[in-house]
Each structure stands twice: as structure tokens, then as C-alpha cells.
């Protein structure tokens, strides 16, 4: 899962993401989904939809 690295905070320019108890939190009011979030993942856990790149989650990763 996250690993909480920030990577994805620093490139935000919207600020639309958190790093709560070293979990990423998008805040989806400021996400422009524009994706940089998503290329900067070291574990590729960020993930922009391809049929509509306004909505970008976190993928969903069980802990192990």
C-alpha cells in the first residue's frame, strides 16, 4: 500500500492532497485530475481513470 512518501503532495498544485497516518488522501473538491499525482507513485497506487480523467483515486491495496 502507500508508503506515505509525499511524492504525490509536492506535485499537487491544487493542494487537493494529504498525507494522513501515512496514507495519501485526495480531497476530490480540489482535484483537477490532471494526474501528475499519478506519475510521481513510486508503488503506482494513484490511478486516473481512462474514461474520465477528472476522477483519480487511490487504488485500493491490502495490506500484506
Not at 10 to 19: E, L, P, Q, V
Not at 26 to 40: L, M, P, Q, W
Amino acid at each position: 500500500g502507500c508508503i506515505g512518501c509525499g511524492l504525490c503532495t509536492k506535485i499537487c498544485s491544487n493542494g487537493a492532497i494529504t498525507i494522513l497516518e501515512n496514507l495519501a488522501t485526495i480531497d476530490y473538491s480540489k482535484c483537477t485530475g490532471c494526474g501528475a499525482c499519478a506519475t510521481v507513485c513510486p508503488k503506482k497506487l494513484i490511478a486516473c481513470h481512462v474514461d474520465d480523467a477528472s476522477e483519480i483515486d487511490l487504488v485500493k491495496a491490502t495490506k500484506g
